[in-house]
């Protein structure tokens, strides 16, 4: 798992209040996702292997390698 800095971004990231634009560790597609629209996180909508979740403090991003606890 790995989180957004906001005071450095990476070229295919942004983050905007509640709402983050990421881009899929697996497949490379960008995708949008929402703290009000998305409360569980959102699946990269091209290949689903990757997981964005956004809150108040953090935007975070799940990939496949990551184990389970």
């Known amino acids: 798992m790995r ?6 971004l990476g070229q ?3 983050w905007y209040g509640n709402n983050a634009a990421v881009q899929c560790t ?9 703290a009000v629209l ?3 996180g959102r699946s990269c909508p091209a290949c689903g292997k990757c997981t ?9 991003i799940t990939d496949p390698s990551d184990t389970a606890l």
């Open 52 to 60: 964005a979740t956004v809150t108040k403090q953090q935007v975070s």
């Open 38 to 40: 998305h409360r569980k």
């Open 26 to 34: 697996s497949c490379g597609k960008v995708f949008i996702v929402s």
């Open 12 to 14: 295919f990231e942004d």
């Open 3 to 8: 989180y957004l800095d906001k005071a450095a």
